[in-house]
């Protein structure tokens, strides 16, 4: 059974950092694309992050450039989302997604798998 778990949501001050993980258990997790999306309430699913089979390539939604850094572990079925200089902008609850394909991808439409999302919250 696909199961992908995310954890490390909270609730933070603006300028603080979080640092999100989600643990999949996915067969051939290297082969796997993985996102990390954020939907905030009245608003549709966003694109934050996407990050290739080993690392080497990540690509970010301009709101987030330069701030966040997505990471994967393939050793421990994991990827992460380090994010700093958060802003109340960015309080929304975060999903973890996996797309079967090696090809990178914004449109959530193209990924298969999800997890149950992890609620970050930003005050001012």
């Known amino acids: 059974q696909v199961q992908l778990v995310e954890s490390g949501g909270g609730s933070v001050q603006a300028g603080d950092s979080l640092r999100l993980s989600c643990a999949a258990s996915l067969r051939g997790f290297r082969s796997y694309v993985m996102g990390w999306f954020r939907q905030a309430p009245g608003r549709e699913r966003e694109f934050v992050a996407t990050?290739?089979?080993?690392?080497?390539?990540?690509y970010y939604a301009d709101a987030v450039k330069g701030r966040f850094t997505m990471s994967r572990d393939n050793a421990k079925n994991a990827v992460f989302l380090q994010m700093s200089s958060l802003s109340p902008e960015d309080t929304a609850v975060y999903y973890c997604?996996?797309?079967?394909?090696?090809?990178?991808?914004?449109?959530?439409?193209?990924?298969?798998?999800w997890g149950q999302g992890t609620q970050v919250t930003v005050s001012s």
């Open positions: 990050i290739d089979w080993n690392g080497g390539t990540a």
């Open positions: 997604a996996a797309r079967p394909s090696p090809v990178l991808h914004r449109n959530p439409d193209e990924y298969v798998y």
